[in-house]
């Protein structure tokens, strides 16, 4: 079922200091800062080679990653997200085997504009799990 590692996000309380961690500390190649309201996000690309890094911040009220920074107030890994060809495939057959799909289970448009869905952390060793059908 699984393809690639699409990204690692991480959630920050501060982006601008977390593009400076990067950019200045680890030399990385980071995207300029990209709003997007509607998943309450504001959000830079770090390219790696292999994979990607998204490091998010929170936008507006009620941000999905609001509750997160406040249990986890210096930042923390907020998701890992793999990459998948048939998504729904792959949700019917998560289903089938007990796991828990979150919200009601019908794939979103994610950040990079593609099907995404998220498994309940509690069913993956404690790690929110994002797919993402390329
Ligand atoms: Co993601």
Redesign the pocket.
């Known amino acids: 079922m699984l393809g690639r590692l699409?990204?690692v996000?991480i959630a920050v309380p501060d982006l601008e200091a977390a593009v400076a961690s990067y950019r200045d500390r680890l030399g990385a190649a980071v995207s300029a800062p990209q709003a997007l309201p509607e998943h309450g996000v504001t959000v830079v690309f770090v390219e790696l080679a292999n994979t990607k890094v998204?490091l998010?911040e929170p936008l507006g009220e009620g941000s999905p990653i609001a509750a997160f920074l406040e249990r986890n107030s210096a930042g923390g890994m907020?998701?890992?997200?793999y990459e998948v060809d048939d998504i729904i495939a792959a949700r019917d057959q998560l289903r089938a085997g007990g796991a828990r799909v979150l919200g009601d289970g019908e794939p979103k448009t994610?950040?990079?504009g593609k099907p995404?869905l998220f498994l309940h952390p509690k069913d993956f060793q404690g790690t929110l799990v994002?797919l993402?059908q390329i």
């Open positions: 699409n990204h996000a998204e998010l907020h998701h890992i997200c994610g950040a990079h995404v994002e993402e």
